[in-house]
């Protein structure tokens, strides 16, 4: 591995500086075994030059992944397995829904419910006993994309008409009301700053502390997309059918036949998404 600084371009066009530890620590999250972490670090390390964009890192480090053990590649892509979650955001509504389940909340997708002055459609309601959320979801299929201010700035004006009205309703008014804003992108710092200072919860791929990354792989939350014998047709067929959760097809193989699949080809897909699960 050479030492002297290397400057990567980012995909948002930002320049940094190259961080081997960053790069084993993704390696590590997506399963890789330490040895394996560390000779494909080594290996990146030794063909880095000044300008080399992180999208080409991470190529490389998918593909060297991916010869060693083709599941944990899987993982190790599942940020760009999320920008698959297209082309509408439905499916990434579905797929925070499942988040939120894993973390112990009811969940409802896609409802309108009305407001003091007009009625909202809500991408995910998420509630327990002690608290409501509201959730807004903000899907993007490109890399490098940030979503700014303006998105919070407007989510705050809809929460607010909605909480008022909650006061009132029995099923909620005793709870904690919150309103969040879910990217599978990133904030800018504007938008970042006016989360917190007006009270909003904002998720995003690398924000918070527990972060969309964070929270996927602790729940071992993988998508459909991580699978790579899924053509896009059949993905988009099980969206229709709102499976997004490669653990959920794996309770559901007939799902598979009944989109017209053979028998072993449905197999290969199960057994694809059983490795990738750690089932």
Not at 6 to 15: D, M, Y
Not at 107 to 130: N, R, W, Y
Not at 197 to 205: D, H, I, M, Y
């Amino acid at each position: 591995m050479r030492h002297t600084p290397i400057t990567v371009r980012k995909f948002s066009g930002e320049l940094d500086q190259f961080d081997a530890d960053k790069l084993l620590k993704s390696l590590s999250e997506a399963g890789a075994t330490p040895s394996q972490a560390d000779k494909i670090t080594a290996t990146i390390g030794k063909g880095l030059y000044d300008g080399i964009t992180t999208r080409e890192i991470y190529q490389k480090a998918h593909r060297l992944l991916k010869n060693r053990a083709k599941e944990k590649a899987s993982r190790y892509g599942l940020k760009k397995a999320l920008l698959q979650l297209g082309p509408t955001g439905y499916p990434f509504e579905l797929f925070i829904g499942e988040l939120m389940r894993k973390e112990g909340y009811e969940v409802e997708v896609g409802i309108t419910m009305p407001g003091k002055c007009v009625s909202h459609e809500v991408d995910v309601l998420a509630f327990t006993q002690h608290e409501v959320h509201m959730m807004e979801c903000k899907f993007h299929n490109r890399h490098g994309y940030k979503t700014d201010v303006k998105v919070p700035m407007y989510i705050k004006s809809r929460f607010e008409d909605l909480a008022d009205q909650w006061k009132r309703n029995p099923k909620y008014q005793n709870k904690k009301h919150e309103g969040w804003v879910v990217t599978n992108a990133r904030f800018t710092k504007d938008a970042m700053d006016f989360g917190k200072c007006a009270g909003l919860k904002l998720l995003s791929w690398d924000y918070p502390s527990d972060s969309l990354k964070k929270l996927t792989t602790k729940h071992n939350l993988y998508p459909i997309t991580t699978i790579h014998t899924i053509s896009k047709s059949i993905r988009e067929q099980l969206f229709d059918k709102n499976i997004v959760l490669a653990s959920s097809l794996v309770e559901n193989e007939a799902a598979l036949l009944e989109l017209g699949l053979d028998k072993p080809r449905a197999n290969q897909i199960i057994e694809e998404a059983k490795r990738i699960c750690g089932l």
